[in-house]
């Protein structure tokens, strides 16, 4: 099916290991985009590519890293894992609308 | 002050009652407004979107913007138990890729059959 495909759905990392949430959108869109959802927090931007080779700080970037592959890949780094980093991660591609993948939840302990 | 503001709720109405769900916004440079629609451990999906003010109506579903006085609204007319779900506000000043949008927090909605 079209859409944003994010990889992998569940991931429970140890403090101080590090990894690469993976994102990948098949509509062409040029915009991508990196959130992370907390409890009473709402949906708060961590990274965003407006276009193949931009990347973008947003509001909550620090502990995270990206790298815009291509037109359709985009991807999230956290190099050295913290406690604070638990949280559901969402990657969304747009043309008008955002089109959100269904999340990657990701516990560190 | 939040750029944007939205009830958390959690609201609960029965079924065929009509919701109305709000936000506020500071920043007078918005321009585009959007609801989501977000289900248990899923992604939000797009339900509605205006640019500036005035109506939006899709079936059940009306979008009101009043610039003027920085607020949005989402109407639910015959609330189904299908429409209990977390509605997000959203809204941007641009509609470019360089103007990522801003969430409320989102309004966690249950209809009661």
Avoid at chain 1, 52 to 78: A, C, H, I, M, Q
Avoid at chain 2, 80 to 92: E, I, K, V
Wanted: charge should be positive.
């Amino acid at each position: 099916n079209a859409g944003v495909t994010q990889t992998p759905k569940f991931q429970v990392l140890k403090t101080g290991q590090s990894m690469t949430l993976q994102c990948a959108q098949d509509m062409n869109h040029n915009s991508m985009y990196w959130y992370r959802q907390d409890p009473g927090m709402g949906l708060r931007l961590i990274y965003y590519s407006a276009s193949e080779g931009t990347t973008d700080k947003g509001e909550v970037p620090n502990g995270y890293n990206v790298s815009r592959l291509n037109k359709r890949e985009f991807s999230l780094r956290l190099e050295s894992a913290a406690p604070s980093q638990t949280s559901v991660y969402f990657c969304a591609s747009s043309d008008h609308g955002y089109t959100f993948g269904s999340g990657t939840r990701l516990t560190v302990v | 002050q939040k750029e944007v503001e939205q009830d958390p709720g959690p609201l609960s109405v029965p079924e065929g009652a009509i919701v109305s769900l709000n936000c506020t916004y500071s920043n007078s440079a918005f321009q585009y407004f959007m609801w989501y629609r977000q289900y248990s451990r899923k992604g939000p999906e797009l339900l509605m979107y205006t640019y500036s003010s005035g109506n939006k109506e899709d079936g059940r579903f009306t979008a009101q913007v009043d610039k003027s006085s920085k607020y949005i609204s989402l109407f639910i007319r015959d609330s189904q138990p299908s429409d209990s779900a977390t509605y997000l506000c959203a809204m941007s000043s641009g509609f470019s890729g360089n103007t990522p949008l801003v969430f409320g927090k989102g309004t966690r909605l249950s209809v009661i059959a």
